[in-house]
């Protein structure tokens, strides 16, 4: 099955192209600029690198959440909008296991954590087994403590991914050898891993209909309607 994977669920822009046995090409960088400006001649350098065409993708995967609100959204839209030309399935991927994803190679319990606002990170764990990763422990907003006490519960190896792995681990886990931190070329989000996750889940083909974010947090129009 090839499957084309978007990020930009935050300030990585990446862009890859997949099957279940390889990966063809991907690319992946920090940006400044907008999403809106960058994904889609991205896809489209991509595939012409990779000598494709956009109508040979079958699935089409994308990061929907958690994540910066207009990052999700812009990604969702590309995907919907592509999705809808080619009528080819889609399938939105947690964020954050994704992320785990990118350390599937490993057998551990892995700990996907991203900045939410102060004090507050999304979170969800998962479990690796050398080629795919299980949630066992859904995906929430929480305090860095209920991170701890979760892994206070885990025997075995923990390995922490996400934009924040680093400062969990000295925060939390300094003096636990058994807690360790993603290399950094796998610590951030990756297009790949959005590829792996979708299509080791059939479950999760949807039609662009019902593709949607999940954001685990009110947006902030949400937030400012709540208070007036």
């Not at 935050?10 to 960088?29: M, P, R, W, Y």
């Not at 699935?59 to 959440?65: M, P, W």
């Not at 954050?96 to 892995?110: D, E, G, I, P, R």
């Amino acid at each position: 099955m090839l499957t084309l994977g978007i990020e930009t669920s935050g300030n990585i822009a990446s862009v890859a192209l997949c099957t279940e046995d390889e990966v063809i090409a991907s690319v992946k960088f920090k940006t400044k600029l907008t999403h809106s400006q960058v994904i889609l001649p991205l896809v489209k350098k991509l595939l012409a690198d990779a000598e494709r065409e956009l109508s040979e993708v079958e699935l089409i995967a994308v990061a929907n959440g958690p994540g910066s609100y207009t990052g999700l959204r812009i990604g969702i839209a590309a995907v919907k909008g592509m999705c809808m030309a080619l009528g080819c399935k889609c399938a939105g991927v947690s964020t954050l296991k994704a992320l785990a994803y990118n350390v599937c190679s490993a057998k551990a319990t892995v700990l996907s954590v991203m900045k939410a606002r102060k004090g507050v990170m999304y979170f969800g764990a998962y479990e690796t087994d050398g080629k795919n990763a299980v949630c066992i422990y859904n995906d929430r907003v929480c305090p860095t403590e209920e991170i701890k006490t979760f892994a206070d519960s885990v025997n075995g190896d923990i390995i922490i991914v996400g934009d924040c792995c680093a400062e969990i681990k000295s925060e939390l886990f300094a003096d636990n050898e058994n807690v360790r931190v993603a290399p950094s070329k796998d610590a951030m989000q990756d297009a790949v891993s959005v590829c792996m996750a979708a299509m080791a889940d059939k479950d999760s083909f949807v039609s662009e209909e019902m593709l949607d974010a999940v954001y685990l947090q009110n947006t902030k129009a949400e937030k400012d309607k709540a208070h007036s």
